[in-house]
């Protein structure tokens, strides 16, 4: 076993992509450092190496909130029909359930590292790989599970979804092929509904608020992320009330009356733990 440092804090994002240059096996999983692995992991992990070993991406099945449930496996053999065929775009960024094939991505890599500000480099080097190989290449949907549910259960330690909103709203105008990119900002809306929910998102706008963070910044990063995240859903109701909602922002008597809501939101209705109601 090596063990190598960073002279620098790369970040998370560069970090993922650093591992995946360090490794000297053909395949590599990248573990976060709150994630523990279930006790057969490593067999289910060659046991798909078996089953699958062309592939260039195999991604597992943790059942987290807006995560699907699989119940077989799924595998693709073409970009498109991989984009198409997305289940969940959460499980296929949840970093310890990728598995990649570092041979077959090494020249989507650089695009990876260049992208890196998506929160997803591990997606955009397989997307890359993929392009540059004529949109053709092996992606296999796992159904088994490798990690452990409880150890990701802890929110004192998990970031605000701020940057991971900002990430995708860049990921989601890709420069790719429109045939493309149709199908990707599709997957990138689903994230939506229980992951990176525009209540919470907003409700984190309102916390730096309250926090002392300036008015003018968060007024434009609300503004950043409804334009190129939470504006590609369309619906015309959510639209209008975002829009009130940034409004509420700008002004200095509005903001008071929504830190009220938001208070007695955050004790009734959200399930928070006492110290993020403290932190809010």
Same mark, same amino acid.
């Given at each position: 076993?090596?063990? !190598?440092?960073?002279?620098?804090?790369?970040?998370?994002?560069?970090?993922?992509?650093?591992?995946?240059?360090?490794?000297?096996?053909?395949?590599?999983?990248?573990?976060?450092?709150?994630?523990?692995?279930?006790?057969?992991?490593?067999?289910? %992990?060659?046991?798909?190496?078996?089953?699958?070993?062309?592939?260039?991406?195999?991604?597992?099945?943790?059942?987290?909130?807006?995560?699907?449930?699989?119940?077989? $496996?799924?595998?693709? #053999?073409?970009?498109?029909? &991989? @984009?198409?065929?997305?289940?969940? &775009?959460?499980?296929?960024?949840?970093?310890?359930?990728?598995?990649?094939?570092?041979?077959?991505?090494? #020249?989507?890599?650089?695009?990876?590292?260049?992208?890196?500000?998506?929160?997803?480099?591990?997606?955009?080097?397989?997307?890359?790989?993929?392009?540059?190989?004529?949109?053709?290449? +092996?992606?296999?949907?796992?159904? #088994?599970?490798?990690?452990?549910?409880?150890?990701?259960?802890?929110?004192?330690?998990?970031?605000?979804?701020?940057?991971?909103? #900002?990430?995708?709203? !860049?990921?989601?105008?890709?420069?790719?092929?429109?045939? !493309?990119?149709?199908?990707?900002?599709?997957? %990138?809306?689903?994230? +939506?509904?229980?992951?990176?929910?525009?209540?919470?998102?907003?409700?984190?706008? $309102?916390?730096? @608020?309250?926090?002392?963070?300036?008015?003018?910044?968060?007024?434009?990063?609300?503004?950043?992320?409804?334009?190129?995240?939470?504006?590609?859903?369309?619906?015309?109701?959510?639209?209008? @009330?975002?829009?009130?909602?940034?409004?509420?922002?700008?002004?200095?008597?509005?903001?008071?009356?929504?830190?009220? %809501?938001?208070?007695?939101?955050?004790?009734?209705?959200?399930?928070?733990?006492?110290?993020?109601?403290? !932190?809010?």
């Amino acid at each position: 076993m090596k063990f !190598y440092r960073n002279k620098i804090n790369v970040g998370g994002n560069a970090n993922i992509l650093r591992v995946i240059e360090y490794a000297s096996a053909d395949f590599v999983l990248v573990l976060g450092d709150d994630d523990h692995v279930l006790p057969n992991s490593i067999e289910k %992990i060659l046991t798909q190496l078996e089953m699958y070993p062309d592939a260039l991406f195999i991604n597992f099945n943790t059942p987290l909130p807006g995560h699907t449930v699989r119940t077989k $496996v799924v595998v693709y #053999e073409e970009l498109l029909s &991989f @984009l198409k065929g997305i289940d969940s &775009f959460g499980q296929i960024m949840f970093i310890s359930d990728g598995l990649y094939n570092i041979k077959k991505i090494e #020249e989507g890599i650089r695009f990876g590292t260049f992208y890196q500000n998506t929160c997803a480099p591990g997606f955009v080097s397989i997307l890359y790989a993929m392009l540059l190989n004529n949109g053709v290449g +092996q992606i296999v949907l796992s159904n #088994e599970r490798i990690i452990d549910l409880a150890s990701t259960a802890d929110t004192k330690t998990q970031m605000s979804i701020i940057p991971v909103v #900002e990430g995708l709203g !860049y990921l989601a105008h890709l420069n790719v092929d429109a045939k !493309y990119l149709k199908y990707l900002q599709q997957s %990138i809306v689903s994230t +939506q509904k229980d992951w990176l929910t525009y209540q919470g998102a907003f409700r984190s706008l $309102v916390c730096d @608020l309250h926090n002392g963070v300036d008015r003018k910044k968060v007024f434009l990063m609300h503004y950043k992320i409804l334009k190129e995240y939470y504006f590609l859903d369309r619906s015309y109701m959510k639209f209008i @009330l975002r829009f009130l909602l940034s409004l509420s922002l700008f002004s200095k008597v509005l903001t008071k009356c929504l830190l009220m %809501i938001a208070g007695i939101m955050l004790k009734r209705k959200f399930s928070l733990s006492d110290d993020e109601k403290n !932190y809010c």
